[in-house]
């Protein structure tokens, strides 16, 4: 199942960050990301940075090494749970 999953979140972000354009001309800029990551394509920048995101995600969880990485990482800021 984790492949699958995997799978699916690879090719949306390499869809997203391919077709960043296409995103920006049919949904619009993003105000936020055009004040704050300093660039006149900074919709298309946290398109594409979104999108990178995504597909490290997607390895990460076809691997198998999210849910190791969760389990080792969360606990130190969740002590008190």
Do not use: C
Not at 8 to 16: D, E, P, S
Not at 34 to 56: A, C, V
């Amino acid at each position: 199942m984790g492949i699958i999953v995997g799978l699916i979140m690879v090719g949306a972000g390499f869809l997203i960050t391919w077709k960043s354009e296409w995103i920006v001309t049919n949904f619009g800029k993003l105000p936020w990301a055009e004040q704050h990551l300093q660039s006149e394509g900074g919709t298309r920048l946290f398109y594409k940075l979104l999108g990178i995101l995504l597909i490290m995600l997607g390895f990460l969880t076809m691997t198998g090494l999210l849910k190791n990485i969760g389990l080792t990482v969360l606990p130190r800021f969740f002590r008190g749970l």
